[in-house]
């Protein structure tokens, strides 16, 4: 029996059309499973992973930076299981407490996120009047912030922790997990929920991190004839920073207050020194160091860089930390005891013109250990090698190793411009008195409304600049702007400017991925996802079902499902 060819052609063209819409079906159908856990993304935040540093090879801090977890709060039940959830932390509903229980006892955790007031976020520039409210509890936030990153920087924590500052977006993503969290039903794989991700490499170790100290010189004037090498006034400041987390440490106290006092005095000096009347019979050596947070190292390698007639014409050094945030009261600290002549002569000349700018200056004495590698301030390097030296700054103690040295709390809100132009009075004027042998005299060589007055506008700027500069080495190169910046600064005032690059001491190594972008989705649970797949799978039998009847029959749809006979192979 021949078939008809008319009836075939007929056949064909709707055979291939119900195929193709089956096929058009199914693809739609694994575009649809494919997207039911990955929704759109609720919001893009950027992220700042906390530090990852050893010491001597002990590891501290955040040791991952991948994160892939649901999102959960400090509202989630008691005895829930946290390790796979990422706990979303405001700082102002901080429990210290219940942080230091998961990190001391090393329980399980998919991870951190704390969310920042904008307060600290340098790129904030509002400057609001704030109430007497406002100001207690904007200190509040700093002392608490203060003890959260002393805490995290001395742990070694076995997942990504990440901050955040807050906003809209993710203030209404927190609100969502809170709800959830506070009705019994946390974001898992079977409710559903946020979902946070933050894709990023395996942090890398540093090798050879780089520190940079730039010095600059105003030459004394030199009576002719005279054979001897002017006596020198060293005046210095650490300008890099270390912090909980390396991109948001800026540090606008510590030290940006020294920096920004050490390069105005600078410029105060270089218009004395520009006129032959007026130059002084001492050299001016400005240092900017670098490592200041890393026991100093900066500090220790310039100063074994000097030959030992230059360390020997050193009369005094003057270190600047922290000279941006105090009241009424500036202490000087100092190795060689207070009876000692030289500190005697330094302290009283101090005194004296902090007494007629209204306030006090206070010694403080710390003997030093000179076996001991471990030095408290920048002063006690010079006092190692045996040069008189003392530090200037509100602080009365002396702060732990890599603490106090630029933190999130550290930030532009906190800092008053008028306590530095009075620190830069009180250096300005004691130095100069010393150098031109006024000490004693109630005179005023720096007074307001003379060209030789503090310039208020200049200060303010540079320390705009320092606060939005993150610092930390070894992620200030070299070659960095804010580097070069200084340098070219040092250049415009001082003469015989030069860069000294050395390598960070090796008992210190550092890890990269200090930044990323955190994805959070809106994720649906399990059962919809199943519920999901059982109206596509019954829709597709439905459509198949319907197109097998119209191009080709009841009976034939019915044949698919038979079973076929069985071809029993005949044997010759």
Known sequence: ????????????????????????????VFILVTCVDLCDAATVVDVYRLIQYDISGVPFGSR??????????????????????????????????????????????GGLLFLLPQMFNFENREAATESKYQIREKELMKTVLVELERLLIHANIPYPVYFAFEDDDIDAVLADVKRSDV????????????????????????????????????????????????????????YDTFGTAPALSVGSDSNGSGVVALLELARLFSLLYSNPKTRGRYNLLFGLTSGGPYNYNGTHKWLRSFDQRLRESIDYAICLNSIGSWDNELRIHVSKPPENAFIKQIFEGFSTVAEELG?????????????????????EQFSKLRVTAATLSELSTAPELLESTGGLSDSRHFINETAIVRSIKLVAESIARHIYGCQGKSIQIFADDTSLAVNAPYIRSWLDLLSKTPRVVPFLTKNDPFVMALKKELEDHTHEVNVHHEVLDGMFTLY?????????????????????????????IILFTFLVIT????????????RPPSRKVKTA
């Open 512 to 540: 990269d991925s200090t930044k990323a972008k955190l994805n959070i989705y809106q994720v649906a649970s399990v059962t919809f996802d199943l519920l999901l797949l059982l109206v596509l799978g019954s829709y597709l």
């Open 359 to 379: 306030f006090e200056v206070g010694l403080k004495h710390k003997k030093i250990n000179i076996s001991n590698p471990r030095v408290a301030w920048e002063h």
């Open 64 to 109: 991952f930076a991948t994160l892939n977890h649901h999102a959960g709060s400090l509202h989630s039940a008691p005895g829930v299981d946290l390790s796979r959830t990422v706990l979303i932390i405001p700082v102002h509903e901080l429990n210290i407490t219940f942080i230091k229980e998961y990190i001391s006892q090393r329980k399980p955790l």
């Open 183 to 238: 009705s019994g039903q946390p974001a898992t794989a079977t409710t559903g929920g946020y979902k946070l991700v933050v894709s990023a490499p395996e942090p890398k170790r540093i090798a050879s991190p780089s520190i940079t100290n730039i010095q600059g010189w105003l030459p004394g004037l030199k009576a002719d004839g005279d054979p001897n090498q002017l006596p020198t006034i060293a005046i210095v400041a650490s």
């Open 1 to 28: 029996m021949q078939s008809n060819p008319k009836t075939m052609s007929s056949k064909n063209p709707r055979e291939r059309q119900m195929l193709e819409s089956i096929y058009s079906m199914i693809a739609l």
């Open 551 to 562: 191009t080709r029959g009841l009976d034939d749809l019915i044949s698919l499902f038979r």
